[in-house]
């Protein structure tokens, strides 16, 4: 039976505008960096993502070198866009990356002109897609000139392969000069993503006002410190959660007593506020309207229901922000 998509999907997801810019973004959306890949269930995905469509979720993130294995992540949501989707191309936002190892030799990684074409063009056949709507740099390079990165960055939308720019994992001062260079180039930058939630604050010492004073949205990654925000360390660590396994994005050695503290007091608080924690800790990272958007991991559609459901519930109390700062100081 052919997926018929909820037809009050817009009533019930906000959409925040990202920067100055015409574009609004839904205030969570879905990130593919993990459990899309090669090694993982194709139904399960088309689940997942069928889901976050009913519920307004429209941006769909990627990136060249989502997987395992690199590339498998954009042929699986190629799979599944086209199956399922691919009446509503217009409705969704998707985006990809570039700027991590992708292939041999000194060509296929960081910020050349060469790399930046020839892996969106990678993407775009991976994905089935004539463009995608936001490509962004992934990282910095310390090697290239700024110019040419963003160089590159204005050409590919000027060849219709990206509606938007973007920029990921740049510092306030290499966002500062990035954007500069953008906005005489004519691609204004549209977004920046950047790590960020209660456990790593770092865009707060500069770059929120770099990205507000330049008229740029931002998408938060890893709003749930790589699921330390959740209920799932509430007693421990797990043998089959993330920090339980042979994952390199958290480590059991990264709980520790001292943080786990925390957690279950930021639950507490939660609680008290009729929230998961992750509710809870999504919430804050959207609070006062410096984010556009949330963007999220899942590994089952359970996940994604739980998560917008904290939209419900996006105000904190001076009371309930102070006694925040004050657990997180502990």
Same mark, same amino acid.
């Given at each position: 039976?052919?997926?018929?998509?909820?037809?009050?999907?817009?009533?019930?997801?906000?959409?925040?505008?990202?920067?100055?810019?015409?574009?609004?973004?839904?205030?969570?959306?879905?990130?593919?960096?993990?459990?899309?890949?090669?090694?993982?269930?194709?139904?399960?995905?088309?689940?997942?993502?069928?889901? #976050?469509?009913?519920?307004? =979720?429209?941006?769909?993130?990627? !990136?060249?070198?989502? &997987?395992?294995?690199?590339? $498998? +992540? %954009?042929?699986?949501?190629?799979?599944?866009?086209?199956?399922?989707?691919?009446?509503?191309?217009?409705?969704?936002?998707?985006?990809?990356?570039?700027?991590?190892?992708?292939?041999?030799?000194?060509?296929?990684?960081?910020?050349?002109?060469?790399?930046?074409?020839?892996?969106?063009?990678?993407?775009?056949?991976?994905?089935?897609?004539?463009?995608?709507?936001?490509?962004?740099?992934?990282?910095?390079?310390?090697?290239?000139?700024?110019?040419?990165?963003? #160089?590159?960055?204005?050409? =590919?939308?000027?060849?219709?392969? !990206?509606?938007?720019? &973007?920029?990921?994992?740049? $510092? +306030? %001062?290499?966002?500062?000069?990035?954007?500069?260079?953008?906005?005489?180039?004519?691609?204004?930058?549209?977004?920046?993503?950047?790590?960020?939630?209660?456990?790593?604050?770092?865009?707060?010492?500069?770059?929120?006002?770099?990205?507000?004073?330049?008229?740029?949205?931002?998408?938060?990654?890893?709003?749930?410190?790589?699921?330390?925000?959740?209920?799932?360390?509430?007693?421990?660590?797990?043998?089959?959660?993330?920090?339980?396994?042979?994952?390199?994005?958290?480590?059991?050695?990264? =709980?520790?007593?001292?943080?786990? !503290?925390?957690?279950?007091?930021?639950?507490?608080?939660?609680? %008290?506020?009729?929230?998961?924690?992750?509710?809870?800790?999504?919430?804050?990272?959207?609070?006062?309207?410096?984010?556009?958007?949330?963007?999220?991991?899942?590994?089952?559609?359970?996940?994604?229901?739980?998560?917008?459901?904290?939209?419900?519930?996006?105000?904190?109390?001076?009371?309930?922000?102070?006694?925040?700062?004050?657990?997180?100081?502990?």
């Amino acid at each position: 039976m052919a997926y018929l998509p909820e037809q009050n999907r817009y009533e019930q997801m906000k959409y925040n505008r990202a920067g100055r810019s015409g574009l609004k973004l839904p205030a969570v959306s879905l990130g593919l960096w993990h459990n899309f890949g090669g090694n993982d269930r194709l139904e399960n995905g088309r689940a997942m993502v069928r889901r #976050a469509f009913d519920l307004g =979720i429209t941006h769909f993130d990627l !990136a060249n070198n989502y &997987g395992p294995p690199p590339g $498998s +992540a %954009e042929e699986m949501f190629g799979q599944i866009l086209h199956q399922d989707l691919a009446a509503y191309r217009d409705e969704l936002i998707i985006s990809t990356k570039a700027g991590y190892y992708m292939w041999e030799g000194p060509y296929g990684e960081w910020g050349s002109r060469k790399y930046l074409v020839s892996s969106l063009d990678q993407s775009l056949k991976r994905m089935n897609l004539e463009y995608v709507d936001i490509f962004y740099h992934h990282r910095p390079d310390p090697d290239t000139p700024l110019e040419e990165t963003m #160089a590159a960055l204005d050409h =590919i939308v000027r060849q219709g392969k !990206a509606l938007y720019v &973007g920029l990921s994992n740049y $510092s +306030a %001062e290499q966002t500062a000069k990035a954007s500069a260079i953008l906005k005489q180039l004519g691609t204004p930058c549209l977004i920046h993503q950047p790590s960020y939630s209660m456990f790593n604050r770092w865009i707060e010492d500069g770059l929120q006002d770099v990205l507000e004073t330049d008229g740029i949205g931002s998408i938060v990654f890893s709003p749930l410190a790589g699921g330390m925000l959740t209920n799932r360390y509430l007693n421990g660590v797990p043998a089959d959660s993330r920090a339980g396994g042979p994952s390199v994005f958290l480590k059991s050695d990264q =709980i520790t007593e001292d943080k786990l !503290a925390k957690i279950r007091s930021l639950n507490e608080l939660a609680s %008290e506020r009729g929230q998961s924690l992750a509710q809870m800790a999504l919430a804050w990272v959207l609070r006062g309207g410096k984010v556009t958007s949330a963007l999220i991991g899942a590994s089952r559609v359970e996940q994604i229901d739980d998560n917008v459901a904290a939209l419900s519930r996006l105000d904190f109390s001076a009371e309930e922000l102070h006694a925040i700062e004050e657990i997180l100081a502990k």
